[in-house]
């Protein structure tokens, strides 16, 4: 657009206001109180437009636009960002370091977990869902606990050092399961206890714009099947490690 034809709007839009949205220097322009309102109370009419496009667009198969993806933060740096739909449940991990087990031993029941320490998340939402596996003793093990900050690689990382044992998602620490650095707890007791949790991609529309199919047909490609974090297991030489 030229210099003039924005001028000419703004000038309009003024009009039609009646009040000054700019303060015009020859240096600058700065923008009043209304003109700050004006576009505070605009932006979200002006995204709506994009995402209207968009949805118009996608009835083509166009891929374009804007890609807004929400995910836990851990996730998004290992596997979102290097992707740039998987809808997979992600079985959860008891796991601890081998210098914690040669210390405290390795439980061979829930009921012995009441002599360790297990490490939990800082806030009580259970997300890491010991209370599905501890049922209803699940006080009995509150003494034991170790608490640290919400975010699974401080929980992964303080399993690595040793500082107890950990309820993980499998995308979290099946990695290091499969190299030999955390051992898995329990497995077939831990498989059984039900509320697995899971990765999804969640849609608004019937029919996913042309930009969602192209991401999370990526994300399918990089994550694989079965999931990279997961896919050794098959192997005979990390079988002992994955069982």
């Known amino acids: 657009m030229t ?22 220097s020859t240096r600058a322009l700065v923008p009043t109180s209304a003109g700050q309102l004006v576009l505070q109370r605009a932006q979200p ?23 807004r993806i929400a995910c836990l933060s851990t996730f998004g740096k290992r596997y979102v960002l290097p992707a740039l739909e998987a809808l997979i449940a992600n079985e959860r991990r008891l796991v601890a370091s081998a210098r914690y087990i040669s210390r405290l031993g390795n439980p061979d029941s829930v009921s012995a977990l009441a002599v ?50 950990a309820l993980l998602p ?10 030999g650095r955390l051992t898995r707890l329990l497995p077939s007791i831990v498989d059984a206890s039900g509320d697995a949790g899971g990765i999804y991609a969640l849609r608004a529309l019937v029919e996913p714009l042309a930009k969602v199919n192209a991401f999370t047909a990526s994300l399918r490609r990089t994550i694989g099947s079965p999931p990279i974090w997961d896919g050794a297991c098959l192997s005979g030489a990390n079988r002992g490690h994955c069982s």
């Open 45 to 67: 009419v002006l995204d709506d437009l994009v995402d209207l496009r968009a949805e118009v667009l996608a009835l083509t198969g166009a891929v374009s636009g804007v890609l």
């Open 3 to 24: 210099h003039s034809s924005i001028v000419r709007q703004i000038d309009a839009l003024e009009a039609e206001l009646g009040a000054p949205l700019l303060t015009r």
């Open 116 to 165: 360790h320490r297990l490490i939990d998340k800082m806030h009580s939402t259970d997300v890491l869902g010991w209370s599905s596996l501890l049922g209803s003793s699940t006080k009995q093990f509150a003494a034991g606990h170790e608490v640290f900050r919400d975010d699974f690689e401080a929980l992964r990382l303080a399993a690595l050092s040793g500082f107890g044992i």
């Open 170 to 179: 499998s995308w979290v620490v099946g990695e290091d399961i499969m190299a």
